[in-house]
């Protein structure tokens, strides 16, 4: 009987896990703006290769579940992004979001013409799996995009 309520309790930790991880509450305006701004000052101080090396790191400093920066250049061509590294290196200026909306080119437009600012498309949520409108926030910096976002329902 005693070997039956370990296996009970063991089941039960074991089916609340994906539980837990879906409930991590999605970053705020705040927190997403704050570490947009702590990318750019990780790459103002080591430099472009060794930023875009973190940058890229699935469980680096700058990449925690859906929290993460990703990096463009101002011609649409992604340098940097941790959860999706078969988009490094590809221009994305024609990628369109679920509902048609060339997101990545209007990111560039904008970059071009102002130093940050927000931008909103679909995208799946790499936590929950679900399409879900996101909210990111963005910054130039040396021909350079650093973004990061945050789902909304």
């Not at 074991?14 to 570490?35: C, F, I, Q, W």
């Not at 790459?43 to 472009?48: D, M, S």
């Not at 700058?62 to 290196?89: M, Q, R």
């Not at 024609?94 to 970059?111: C, I």
């Amino acid at each position: 009987m005693h070997a039956t309520l370990k296996g009970l309790l063991i089941a039960a930790v074991l089916s609340a896990l994906p539980l837990a991880g879906s409930m991590a509450s999605a970053p705020t305006k705040e927190e997403v703006v704050a570490v947009v701004k702590k990318a750019v000052d990780f790459y103002k101080a080591n430099g472009k290769d060794k930023a875009l090396v973190e940058f890229n790191k699935k469980d680096g400093l700058f990449a925690k579940g859906e929290d993460y920066v990703d990096v463009h250049d101002l011609n649409g061509v992604c340098l940097a992004h941790p959860i999706s590294p078969a988009k490094v290196g590809l221009n994305r200026l024609d990628q369109s979001d679920s509902a048609g909306k060339f997101y990545v080119r209007e990111l560039v437009d904008a970059a071009k013409q102002k130093p940050s600012g927000w931008i909103e498309y679909v995208m799946k949520n790499p936590t929950s799996g679900k399409l879900q409108n996101k909210l990111a926030y963005w910054e130039a910096h040396d021909g350079l995009i650093f973004k990061a976002g945050t789902y909304t329902e």
